[in-house]
């Protein structure tokens, strides 16, 4: 079977460090809960990071320390995974959905513009796929208008707009560690920021709303309990290690299964100058014409994992009920676009050879 994603870590590379955590039978709150977020820090530039339990979940914390809650409005680019409008619903505020570009499929300056009222308590801008173009421009709005930038960059870990990579662009931005993501620990996830009033409110949020002092816990809020345990974070420092080479390889397969499908009318996602794109997902918007759940059922049947790119988030049934907001731009690429195998050692010529003969034969 090729599948979509391998991890790029082997257990040879956590195996003494495991035998250690075991030793010493410290599970929690140990030397690499409190190393996770140093390495994020010094990858990333941010000042501040925080381990969590996914992206989701870091999301969510990072929606409350803005204070986001009924009466809100929170606009959401429209071409994601669900999370990120879960976490917004979930909180009771409104979703705004802005539509996105066809090419790098990120959301629309002119969406934003045209969408950000009164009530805009923050806008989440998702890097689709780990592509983080357009990120500067949304900036510059929320900052013109003082709304706060949540970056979306579960899938973004090791990507770079201008050399600073994601993590210290937005004003927040939050990683996930799921295996389909480049660096995984099974689930997990990270919080960064550079303000140190958010930082502040994240260590209290995160820590069941306590603050501490001379040893002794004061619960000055309420809160919540989203670490990551040892194993799972010296797992993802393990591969920060490596993620600027691992970026470099997927760009490399990337660019071949361009090289190969390209001529064949496929359109790779694409970043704008000055993105480096971690390649998370490589995705293709399908030629004209070609059935694409044909072509990922002709994949499946020759035992080649493939998937849509992601989804129109106003059209799943929930928000299409609820908010009747569906945005054309981010459901024609829903409806068009194909996420291919990339990984060390994929065979990228022969997932092609099947596209192209699907492409050639049925479908089109
Ligand atoms: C853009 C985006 N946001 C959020 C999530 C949720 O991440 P997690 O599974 O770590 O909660 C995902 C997961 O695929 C995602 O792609």
Same mark, same amino acid.
């Given at each position: 079977m090729i599948r979509l994603i391998w991890p790029y870590i082997q257990y040879e590379d956590v195996e003494q460090a495991f035998r250690e955590i075991f030793d010493s039978g410290? @599970?929690?709150?140990g030397q690499w809960s409190q190393a996770l977020p140093r390495a994020v820090c010094a990858y990333t530039g941010a000042r501040y990071a925080f381990n969590a339990t996914s992206a989701t979940t870091a999301l969510s914390a990072s929606l409350e320390v803005l204070g986001v809650g009924p009466g809100d409005e929170v606009i959401v680019?429209? @071409?994601? @995974? $669900?999370a990120s409008v879960n976490v917004v619903e979930a909180c009771g505020a409104v979703p705004v959905f802005a539509d996105v570009d066809r090419e790098t499929f990120n959301m629309l300056p002119e969406e934003l513009e045209a969408k950000i009222t009164s009530k805009t308590k923050a806008v989440m801008f998702v890097s689709a796929l780990g592509n983080p173009s357009g990120l500067l421009q949304i900036r510059g709005i929320c900052q013109k208008h003082g709304i706060p930038l949540i970056n979306d960059a579960a899938c973004a870990i090791g990507s770079s707009v201008d050399g600073q990579? =994601?993590?210290?662009?937005?004003d927040i931005a939050c990683f996930s560690y799921h $295996?389909?993501?480049?660096?995984?620990?099974?689930e997990g996830g990270s919080i960064t920021t550079s303000n140190s009033e958010w930082a502040r409110q994240l260590e209290i949020k995160l820590l069941h709303g306590a603050t501490v002092a001379d040893g002794k816990m004061d619960f000055v809020t309420y809160g919540y309990n989203y670490r990551l345990p040892e194993l799972q974070c010296l797992m993802v420092i393990k591969q920060i290690e490596k993620l600027d080479d691992i970026v470099r390889r997927r760009i490399e397969t990337q660019q071949q299964y361009v090289r190969l499908l390209q001529p064949a009318g496929y359109q790779s996602q694409k970043h704008d100058a000055g993105v480096v794109h971690n390649m998370q997902s490589v995705v293709f918007v399908v $030629?004209?014409? =070609?059935?694409r759940d044909g072509l990922i059922d002709h994949l499946a049947q020759r035992d080649i994992e493939s998937t849509i790119g992601t989804y129109c988030l106003s059209n799943t049934s929930y928000y299409k009920a609820k908010y009747?907001? =569906?945005?054309p731009t981010a459901l024609w690429l829903e409806q068009n676009t194909i996420t291919l195998p990339c990984y060390d050692g994929v065979d990228a010529g022969l997932v092609a050879r099947e596209v192209l003969a699907y492409t050639e034969g049925k479908g089109n």
């Open positions: 410290m @599970f929690t709150r680019g429209d @071409f994601s @995974f $669900p990579k =994601v993590g210290s662009i937005a $295996p389909r993501k480049l660096l995984t620990s099974g $030629p004209n014409g =070609v059935d009747n907001s =569906v945005q």
